[in-house]
């Protein structure tokens, strides 16, 4: 059975920072990518970043290449690390995964939440004063 449990949300202030985790189990991540996506109210689920479990590529929205860095840690976790948070970076935050890892056109796929196969159930970040 496969789960992705993401942890990590949290109520911050403007400019803080936080790292999500995805825990991941019953796949084998060197043929997946793993991307984190997230969903405001009232708004479509949008890709933040990306990275492959073949070869560690990653690929991130242009919005937030700089602020959000995306990694993995050991076999079966992959962390979004979020800097600088705004008001606006607040959502609930998913990781999915999709067996794309040695895809050549990773770049074009990776941001479209329907192609993915499994999701995690969310963690909320909350960005205010």
């Known amino acids: 059975q496969v789960q992705l449990v993401e942890s990590g949300g949290d109520l911050v202030q403007p400019g803080g920072s936080l790292r999500l985790s995805c825990a991941v189990s019953g796949l084998t991540l060197h043929y997946y990518v793993i991307s984190w996506f997230r969903q405001a109210p009232g708004k479509e689920r949008e890709g933040i970043a990306c990275i492959s479990g073949d070869d560690g590529r990653t690929l991130y929205a242009n919005s937030e290449k700089g602020r959000f860095t995306i990694s993995r840690d050991g076999a079966n976790t992959v962390n979004l690390h979020l800097d600088g948070l705004k008001p606006e970076d607040t959502a609930v935050y998913y990781c999915?995964?999709?067996?794309?890892?040695?895809?050549?056109?990773?770049?074009?796929?990776?941001?479209?939440?329907?192609?993915?196969?499994?999701w995690g159930q969310g963690t909320q970040v909350t960005v205010s004063s």
């Open positions: 999915a995964a999709a067996p794309w890892s040695t895809a050549p056109n990773l770049q074009r796929l990776w941001t479209n939440p329907g192609g993915y196969q499994y």
